[in-house]
């Protein structure tokens, strides 16, 4: 069956030093994959998306790579702030409806 | 402002006890899910509906069970049968059509099991 995995160790970073996360995925060859960005107690909110014919994609502060081959996407953030602390999840479509699978998220610490 | 309403925030339930979450939006989106979150684990999916009148079971439907009578609205009830209710549950709903769209998610109910 399809696995997402990322790192379950929490990250802390210095502010301003460039955080990246890694999202690694078996059994699968997905069309695009998605990031997410939770706050504790709320929903998650939706930044990117990079298709498969995509090797990277950038918005603001935000950069996503998407390799195929490795099964793997990093997501860095540029020059931190400890506003950008929380939890990041990575999510890719299985099956049909649109539906999403999610990895268990990495949570962010970006300290002044 | 366009977006997804969960209500209640905080749900107890009893032993025993059917319990509802409401889910809406005024995104005028077709697609609607209901996810459950627990600690360091994925979101993983209970129910999904693409139309109105139609839904599917998600990975984890037993104990579950939903309707979807108007595009605005998905709620979800919490039967008896589910043994282990104590979660996080997120509502999500998304445009369909072309590849390019991520979930809008609501802001969650915390049910709690007393």
């Known amino acids: 069956s399809q696995k997402i995995e990322q790192n379950s160790e929490a990250l802390n970073i210095q502010e301003g030093k460039t955080a990246t996360l890694t999202c690694n995925y078996t059994n699968y060859s997905p069309a695009y994959l998605q990031w997410y960005r939770q706050d504790p107690g709320r929903g998650p909110v939706f930044l990117l998306l990079?298709?498969?014919?995509?090797k990277e994609k950038r918005k603001e502060r935000l950069k996503v790579t998407f390799d195929t081959t490795l099964k793997q996407s990093l997501f860095h953030i540029t020059a931190s702030q400890p506003a950008d602390s929380a939890t990041y999840l990575c999510?890719?479509?299985?099956?049909?409806?649109?539906?999403?699978?999610f990895g268990q998220g990495t949570e962010l610490s970006v300290k002044p | 402002d366009g977006g997804i309403t969960q209500s209640p925030k905080y749900l107890f339930r009893k032993e025993g006890q059917n319990v509802t979450l409401s889910c809406e939006q005024n995104l005028n989106h077709d697609a609607m899910y209901w996810y459950r979150q627990d600690p360091g684990q994925g979101l993983r999916l209970i129910y999904y509906s693409q139309i109105v009148n139609d839904f599917q079971k998600g990975d984890i439907a037993e104990g579950y069970s939903v309707s979807r009578e108007k595009k605005e609205s998905f709620p979800l009830t919490v039967t008896s049968a589910q043994k282990n209710p104590t979660a996080f549950y997120l509502c999500a709903s998304r445009i369909t059509g072309p590849v390019g769209y991520g979930y809008t998610f609501g802001s969650g109910t915390r049910l709690t099991v007393v």
């Open positions: 990079i298709r498969e014919n995509e």
């Open positions: 999510a890719l479509p299985y099956n049909q409806g649109g539906k999403l699978i």
